[in-house]
């Protein structure tokens, strides 16, 4: 009762089953396999497989068939790897081969050897890898020409960057001699023209500057020289000498110390580059008459923390998020325009590369400070 059960299942289960005796022979040909192979079982039962399908002879399929009878070894075959598995089709109506995967086992019954036969349909699956495979070849290439052309895009922006610094450097150097009177009185039409021609050469270097820091960031080739610096000593020089610029925006710069050395770890020009872009960027936002203060405090975990404060209109809620991303603006106000969108950027991956945190604190219509932390070393190391 449970024989003829189970042979009720091999036959009707939805994939191949064959077995075949240890002569080869055909016991079992299920009905998936009449479908699939176009033979029917009165056709098979009784003949080697050989006899139905000649071309197994020899094949490897014919020899893992004899491992399973002779060794009692079992094998996977597939048609993925081109190993001659059962010449079946996908339906009785087209000739589109059939992808299989055999499972070829060894079975003892009754003290005799036989061979089983698993036959599973792969199509479906091993289209869905090629089609994957294929798609992945795409995004790689879409992948390799997207880093293609941005390299060609740093290297064109870095070569145009290089090449207009120079010549600017030269122009704003000249402008600046003749605003300083070496060659001798100015007109004072022409002296408007010069001042409103060396402001603007003096913004396009500026900016000039930032996208080759911000190629030598992203190329990872910003060189940093580690000193031990004290940081009253470098806030009174970097406010010292922008006291000029501070005064152009009809504001001050005020300087508030520590009471003892604020010695850390750092790059006195980057560190300087950050100071000056914060101390610029405050001038330019505060309100007209007002002071913009720098102070230094010891914070916890022996941290300083450099504190850059004005009175302005302050950050609306909508840009703070990205305030410190490329090319981000604040717009409806006139500095806004002033600047390339990089300095806080550049500000923030200065700091990072000296295990900092930099962010900022604002009130609309009132106070906003931006503030960095370093840390603290040793006076004694």
């Not at 936002?285 to 300083?304: G, P």
Request: hydrophobic share 40%.
């Amino acid at each position: 009762m449970h024989e003829q059960l189970l042979t009720k299942i091999a036959l009707n289960t939805d994939i191949g089953i064959i077995v075949l005796n240890s002569e080869k022979t055909i016991v079992l040909w299920n009905k998936w396999i009449e479908k699939t192979s176009r033979r029917a079982s009165t056709e098979t039962i009784g003949k080697s497989l050989s006899k139905v399908f000649p071309e197994t002879i020899g094949s490897r399929l014919d020899q893992a068939i004899s491992g399973a009878i002779n060794s009692g070894n079992s094998a996977l075959l597939s048609s993925a790897w081109n190993l001659h598995t059962l010449p079946l089709f996908k339906t009785e109506s087209t000739d589109t081969r059939l992808m299989q995967s055999l499972m070829i086992k060894p079975i003892s019954f009754d003290g005799e050897s036989y061979c089983l036969l698993e036959v599973f349909d792969v199509t479906n699956s091993n289209n869905r890898e090629a089609l994957l495979r294929e798609k992945t070849s795409e995004s790689v290439h879409a992948l390799n020409a997207a880093e293609t052309a941005s390299k060609t895009k740093t290297e064109y922006v870095s070569t145009v960057s290089h090449e207009l610094r120079t010549p600017l450097t030269s122009i704003t150097g000249a402008l600046g001699l003749i605003l300083g009177g070496v060659v001798g009185e100015i007109p004072e039409k022409a002296r408007g023209l010069i001042e409103v021609a060396n402001y603007n050469t003096t913004r396009l270097l500026s900016i000039i500057n930032d996208l080759l820091d911000i190629e030598k960031i992203e190329a990872g080739k910003m060189e940093f020289i580690f000193s031990q610096v004290d940081l009253n000593q470098l806030c009174s020089q970097v406010v010292e000498h922008n006291q000029n610029y501070a005064q152009s925006h009809n504001v001050r710069f005020e300087c508030h110390l520590n009471k003892r050395p604020m010695l850390v770890s750092a790059d006195t020009h980057r560190i300087s580059q950050v100071l000056a872009n914060l101390l610029s960027n405050a001038a330019k936002f505060s309100f007209a008459d007002h002071a913009v203060t720098v102070t230094l405090n010891e914070i916890a975990n022996k941290h300083c923390r450099v504190a850059i404060q004005n009175h302005g209109n302050g950050i609306p809620e909508s840009y703070q998020e990205t305030l410190f991303e490329k090319f981000t603006q604040v717009q409806g106000n006139q500095s806004a325009s002033k600047g390339s969108g990089l300095g806080l950027n550049i500000c923030r991956a200065i700091i990072n590369k000296h295990d900092g945190n930099i962010g900022f604190h604002s009130i609309l219509h009132d106070t906003t400070t931006f503030f960095f932390d370093l840390k603290l070393v040793d006076s004694a190391n």
